[in-house]
């Protein structure tokens, strides 16, 4: 079970971070990764961090603003987020995933945490 929690109400430009909790199972042989749902739209891909650490992955939108790290030990992934912008408004949500053709699909999802940047 995946359990997301870091999200609340920030001014643009300003930072949250994000971490999420794996409970029942290690997720340190897993790929996992952040998507996010803003009002009105779909879930897109935020970020994503292989099991062995190697290069992360960020969307277009997020990148050289956010970064995805992990902690195999303690079974959690976090996604520090910086000079948020009222367009990163949403509900994010980690997940379990992997890499199909090119798009990362999450597998396995946890409950999202909203956060909500004001202009």
């Known amino acids: 079970q995946l359990q997301a929690s870091g999200g609340g109400l920030v001014q643009a430009g300003g930072s949250l971070r994000l971490s999420c909790a794996a409970s029942?199972?290690?997720?340190?042989?897993?790929?996992m990764g952040w998507f996010r749902r803003a009002p009105g739209k779909e879930r897109e891909f935020v970020a994503a961090?292989?099991?062995?650490?190697?290069?992360?992955y960020y969307s277009d939108s997020v990148k050289g603003r956010f970064t995805i790290s992990r902690d195999n030990a303690k079974s959690t992934v976090s996604l520090q987020m910086n000079s948020l912008k009222p367009e990163d408004t949403a509900v994010y949500y980690c997940?379990?995933?992997?890499?199909?053709?090119?798009?990362?699909?999450?597998?396995?999802w946890g409950q999202g945490t909203l956060v909500t940047v004001s202009s």
């Open positions: 997940a379990k995933t992997n890499n199909y053709g090119g798009t990362w699909r999450g597998d396995i």
């Open positions: 029942g199972r290690s997720v340190s042989r897993y790929n």
């Open positions: 961090i292989r099991w062995n650490f190697s290069t992360p």
